[in-house]
C-alpha cells in the first residue's frame, strides 16, 4: 500500500453546515460526547429508523461542538463501518490483503485512539456489529477488528481527533455483496482466536470405547491428500500458498479472492458465505470430510473412514463394554425411578472403607517432600494383603502404581524398604499384584494413558495410583484453569468406568499456610479438582503450640460415605505411617469442606498472608470485586474485612491498584496485582 496521507490536517469542530451536509448525503447524524460516546440528544434510539429533520439539525448544532456521529445501518442507506482496535495494529495487514481497485474506493479515517474506520454502504441491509478478529493482549482478549452495523453508533471526522485518510462521508461508496465478502474474509483471515467445530460429544464418547485410534484423528493425521480431493468436488479452488506455509482457498461462485486457508490437520474459514462452513471457525480434516461428503453426518463419516482402512480398532471388547456402546449409540440415556431401584440395588463396591469405591476417582493432596509416594506404597502394600491404611480396612486386589517423579531405582529401594519393613518375604505370591510403571524421564501425560487402557483390563487392577498429578497434565492443560482441570477430570472418571478401577491421583497443596483452609481447597490450582472427585483427601501440619514435627492432621471429603472425621498420623522411622490417637487434629468441624475450618480467631497477619496468596495464585490482575469474593469464600472473613485488608496490602506497597482509562474504552473497573518492586524481583510482605 502506498503511505497513507491525511486530507485533513487539523480536524476543524464540527459546525451545523457540516451536520447539514452529513444530513443530506443520507446520514443519520447526531452530536455526542467524545468520553462516553453516547448521542447527547436523550432518547436517541428513535434515530436508528428515522434520520433527523434539518430543524433538529440546527437546534443540536447551533453552536460549534467538538465531536458527532453518525447511526449505521438502514437509516443511513445500509451504512457499515469496520472499526480497527488497538491501534489499529492489523490495519495493514488487511489493506495488503484487498484488490487496489477496492480498497480506492473506501472511505478510511483515523480515530481518536490511533485506530481506524473503514466506512461504506452495502447492497443489502446489514445485521447488527460482530467482532471479527480477537486475540490475547497482555494476557488478556482483546478486540482487534470488528464491524458496527445496525443500530451501532460509530464517532467520525471532523470529530476531535479522527482525520480523513481518502474519501469523505459525504460521498460513501456502495459495494456489492462479493466485495463485501472480500473486506470481511480480509479481516477474518487475521483473527488469532478460532472457533473450532468438533464431533458430537456421545461420538466421542462411543468411539473411544471401539478403538485405540479413532477413524476421524487417523484422518486428521494423514488425510490431508484426501480431503484436498473434497475439496475440489465440491468446487472449491485453490488459489496459492502463503508465506507461512497455508494453503488458500476460494469458495464456490467466486471467481476472486480467498475464503479459507488449510494448514496441516486445519482448515480455517474466512469467508461469511461459504456454506455450509461458518466464517470465523476452524475445522479439523476429519470435520471437513464429514461437512462437504457426508452432509455434516459424523458417524456416517467416521464410519466410512473405518472402511477405507483408517483408525484401528481395539482388538475385543469386554461385554460390559460393548453393552455401553450400545447404550451410547442411542445417545443419552434416562430411567424411570423404577428403574433405579431395580437395576441399581446396591452401591459400588468398597475398595478402601469410607474412603473409595470401584470406579471413583481420589485426590490425595499434601505439601511437597511430605511423604506421599511413602504412604501410597503402604496403600498398595494394605490393597495387596488385604490389611487396613490408616485404620481403613481395603479389599484385597491388584494395584499398579504410575510414579513420575523417582527414578526406578529409587522406587525399587522403598518398595524394598516397606515390604521389609512388614515381614513379607521378598518371593510372596502377594507381590504378583503389585505393579509398577516408572516414568522419570519418558513421562505420559494423561491423554497418553488412554494406550495403557487395554493392558489395565487385562491385569485386572483395582486402584491405579498416578503420583504426581502435575506431571501427568497434558502440556497444554492449565491447573489455574478450572474448565480445562474439569475436562482432565472428566478424562480420568471415563478411565476410572472403562477400567472399572478406583483411580487415586497425588498433587501437592498450594503455597503458604493451610491451616485455615477448607479441606477442599488445600490443592494447588483450580477449584475443580475438588469438587469433580469423589473422594478428596488434604493431609497438612499439624499445630498446637505451633507445627508439631513428623505430625499430620487428615482431612477428607467424600461423596459416597457417610462423613469422616479428620484424624491424625505420624511417621515411624521415616517409613510408614501411623494413626496417632493421642492428638487431636489441630482444626474441627467441616470435613466435607462446606465452611472454613477455624482452629481459632485468625490474626490480622494471616489474613493479609492469606489475601496475598490468592493473588499470587491468579498469576494475573483480578478485579476488586472478585477478588473480595474470593477472600470471603476462601478465608471466611466479611467484606468490610476483606475491603480494609486490600487497602492496607495496597497502601504498603505489597499489592498495587490500577484502573482503566474510560477515553481510550478501557473498564473503569480496580484491578489488584502483587507489587513490583522499583529494583525488579517479588514482592515480599
Excluded at 678 to 685: A, D, F, R, T
Aim: proline share 4%; with cysteine; hydrophobic share 35%.
Amino acid at each position: 500500500m502506498e503511505e497513507m496521507k491525511t486530507s485533513q490536517g487539523t480536524p476543524s469542530a464540527v459546525t451545523r453546515e457540516t451536520a447539514n451536509e452529513y444530513l443530506q448525503a443520507g446520514l443519520s447524524v447526531l452530536p455526542v460526547s467524545r468520553g462516553d460516546k453516547r448521542p447527547t440528544v436523550g432518547a436517541w434510539t428513535e434515530y436508528q429508523h428515522r434520520r433527523p429533520n434539518e430543524k433538529e439539525i440546527e437546534n443540536w448544532f447551533a453552536r460549534r461542538l467538538d465531536a458527532l456521529c453518525v447511526v449505521c445501518g438502514k437509516v443511513s442507506g445500509n451504512l457499515e463501518v469496520i472499526d480497527f482496535d488497538n491501534k489499529g495494529e492489523l490495519f495493514v495487514k488487511w489493506a495488503e490483503a484487498l484488490p487496489q481497485e477496492l480498497y480506492d474506493r473506501l472511505v478510511v479515517e483515523r480515530s481518536q485512539s490511533g485506530g481506524f474506520h473503514v466506512a461504506y454502504r452495502c447492497e443489502e441491509q446489514t445485521e447488527k456489529g460482530h467482532k471479527l478478529a480477537t486475540g490475547k493482549r497482555d494476557g488478556r482478549q482483546a478486540t482487534l477488528i470488528e464491524t458496527r452495523g445496525e443500530g451501532n453508533v460509530i464517532l467520525c471526522a471532523p470529530s476531535d481527533g479522527y482525520s480523513l485518510l481518502q474519501g469523505s462521508w459525504r460521498n460513501l461508496p456502495t459495494i456489492t455483496k462479493e466485495e463485501r465478502e472480500d473486506l470481511l474474509s480480509a479481516a477474518v483471515s487475521l483473527n488469532e482466536e478460532w472457533k473450532e467445530c468438533a464431533p458430537p460429544r456421545e461420538l466421542d464418547r462411543q468411539e473411544c470405547l471401539a478403538y485405540h485410534l479413532r477413524p476421524g484423528d487417523d484422518f486428521n493425521e494423514r488425510g490431508q491428500d484426501d480431503v484436498r480431493d473434497i475439496l475440489r468436488m465440491s468446487d472449491w479452488t485453490f488459489v496459492r500458498e502463503a508465506a507461512n506455509g497455508s494453503e488458500l482457498w476460494r469458495r464456490p461462485g467466486k471467481d476472486k479472492g480467498v475464503s479459507a486457508s488449510l494448514k496441516g490437520r486445519h482448515f480455517y474459514v474466512f469467508s461469511t458465505n461459504a456454506s455450509p462452513f461458518e466464517g470465523g471457525t476452524c475445522y479439523t480434516l476429519f470435520a471437513v470430510c464429514a461437512y462437504l461428503a457426508y452432509g455434516k453426518d459424523f458417524r456416517a463419516a467416521s464410519a466410512a473412514l473405518a472402511g477405507y482402512g483408517f483408525g484401528t480398532r481395539r482388538e475385543a471388547l469386554s461385554v460390559a463394554g460393548k453393552q455401553e456402546a450400545v447404550e451410547l449409540a442411542k445417545g443419552q440415556r434416562y430411567f424411570t425411578a423404577l428403574e433405579m431401584l431395580r437395576d441399581f440395588p446396591n452401591p459400588r463396591e468398597v475398595l478402601i472403607g469410607c474412603v473409595l469405591r470401584r470406579g471413583e476417582v481420589m485426590n490425595v493432596i499434601a505439601a511437597p517432600k511430605t511423604g506421599k509416594s511413602w504412604l501410597m506404597l503402604q496403600l498398595a502394600y494394605a490393597v495387596i494383603t488385604g490389611g487396613s491404611w490408616l485404620g481403613f480396612p481395603c479389599r484385597k486386589g491388584t494395584v499398579l502404581i504410575v510414579d513420575n517423579e523417582l527414578h526406578v531405582e529409587t522406587l525399587s529401594d522403598r518398595l524394598r524398604r516397606v515390604v521389609a519393613a512388614n515381614g513379607m518375604p521378598f518371593d510372596s505370591p502377594d507381590l504378583l499384584s503389585l505393579h509398577f510403571n516408572p516414568q522419570r524421564g519418558r513421562q505420559q501425560d494423561l491423554q497418553q494413558f488412554a494406550e495403557s487402557l487395554g493392558e489395565l483390563k487385562s491385569r485386572h487392577v483395582d486402584i491405579v495410583i498416578v503420583d504426581a498429578l502435575y506431571r501427568a497434565l497434558p502440556a497444554d492443560v492449565d491447573e489455574n484453569s478450572n474448565g480445562q482441570i474439569t475436562k482432565v477430570y472428566n478424562m480420568v472418571d471415563h478411565y476410572a468406568q472403562e477400567v472399572d478401577a478406583g483411580i487415586i491421583l497425588v498433587h501437592h497443596t498450594s503455597k503458604g499456610t493451610q491451616t485455615w483452609k477448607s479441606v477442599t481447597d488445600l490443592g494447588a490450582g483450580a477449584g475443580a479438582q475438588s469438587r469433580a472427585c469423589d473422594t478428596h483427601m488434604g493431609i497438612i501440619p499439624h499445630e498446637e503450640d505451633g507445627i508439631v514435627p513428623g505430625v499430620f492432621d487428615v482431612r477428607l471429603a467424600v461423596r459416597s460415605f457417610e462423613k469422616v472425621e479428620p484424624f491424625c498420623i505420624r511417621r515411624e522411622n521415616g517409613i510408614a505411617w501411623a494413626v496417632d490417637s493421642s492428638r487431636r487434629p489441630g482444626v474441627k468441624g467441616d470435613a466435607c469442606g462446606l465452611l472454613p475450618e477455624k482452629k481459632h480467631k485468625m490474626t490480622r497477619e494471616e489474613l493479609l498472608e492469606g489475601v496475598i496468596e490468592i493473588v499470587r495464585e491468579a498469576g494475573a490482575p483480578l478485579p476488586k470485586t472478585a477478588l473480595r469474593e474470593e477472600i470471603r469464600e476462601r478465608i471466611g472473613v466479611s467484606k468490610e474485612k476483606a475491603d480494609l485488608a486490600i487497602k492496607h496490602l495496597v497502601d504498603s506497597g505489597v499489592l498495587s491498584s490500577t484502573s482503566g482509562d474510560p477515553k481510550l474504552k478501557q473498564q473503569s473497573t480496580k484491578f489488584i496485582a502483587l507489587a513490583v518492586p522499583k529494583g525488579g524481583g517479588n514482592s515480599q510482605l
